[in-house]
């Protein structure tokens, strides 16, 4: 697609379950993030995948939270055992992943709410 | 800490006003990008400027980097409406990923 798509956009989810985001960066961007925004407040990075590989998961707050990517594309950020503090929007973005041309490109994000 | 700090936090000017917006940073940088977030969602990549460039413009938008003084400023010419946002400065280092501060909230009164 022409930008980086997230789905869905809006989950309601019940306290305790287990929830699924979805991002499809844009074709040929080798590094996408995963950003974590609650109401009010800055970006919260969580994420960062070079290719299929992870090498800063520095951000993810704690085991609940988990994060893969399949075939250099689609990544899947995974909450388990929700919590309400876990409310926020859920940000994605992905970048060509070179030293020089390294500028985000963001999806609308996931908004999370927790009941 | 990666990430900038922009100041101030807040801005509130009249449209056709022009607003400034600084930026400091603490680490050594490959370039500085800068970001606008409209209503909490939807982030864009507004202008980016590499280390060994002092200034840059694109459209009413002028960038200029000091990185004797790790800082950067974002002035908005002949402000609009719509140009109300968040707009937050990104230090890329080149080691780690893209961090991103508090940002600074501008309101343009119409």
């Known amino acids: 697609g022409a930008g980086v798509s997230q789905s869905p956009s809006n989950k309601v989810t019940e306290k305790g379950k287990d929830v699924e985001l979805r991002c499809d960066p844009i074709?040929?961007?080798?590094?996408l993030y995963w950003y974590r925004q609650r109401l009010g407040q800055g970006l919260e990075f969580l994420i960062y995948?070079?290719?299929?590989?992870?090498?800063?998961k520095s951000g993810l707050p704690s085991d609940r939270f988990s994060a893969e990517r399949t075939g250099e594309s689609v990544s899947t950020l995974t909450i388990q055992r929700t919590q309400q503090e876990d409310s926020a929007v859920y940000l994605c973005?992905?970048?060509?992943?070179?030293?020089?041309?390294?500028?985000?490109?963001f999806g609308q994000g996931t908004r999370l709410t927790v009941v | 800490s990666q990430q900038g700090e922009e100041d101030p936090q807040a801005l509130s000017i009249q449209e056709g006003e022009n607003a400034t917006m600084n930026c400091s940073y603490k680490t050594s940088i490959n370039n500085l990008q800068w970001y606008r977030q409209n209503s909490g969602r939807g982030l864009v990549h507004l202008i980016l400027i590499r280390s060994n460039e002092r200034e840059k413009h694109s459209g009413r938008l002028r960038v200029t980097l000091d990185t004797s003084k790790k800082s950067s400023s974002l002035l908005i010419t002949a402000s609009r409406a719509a140009d109300t946002a968040s707009y937050f400065c990104v230090p890329d280092t080149g080691r780690r990923a893209l961090t991103f501060g508090s940002g600074t909230r501008l309101q343009v009164q119409p």
């Open positions: 074709s040929g961007h080798t590094a």
């Open positions: 995948f070079q290719g299929n590989s992870a090498p800063d």
């Open positions: 973005a992905s970048s060509l992943g070179n030293r020089v041309e390294t500028e985000a490109f």
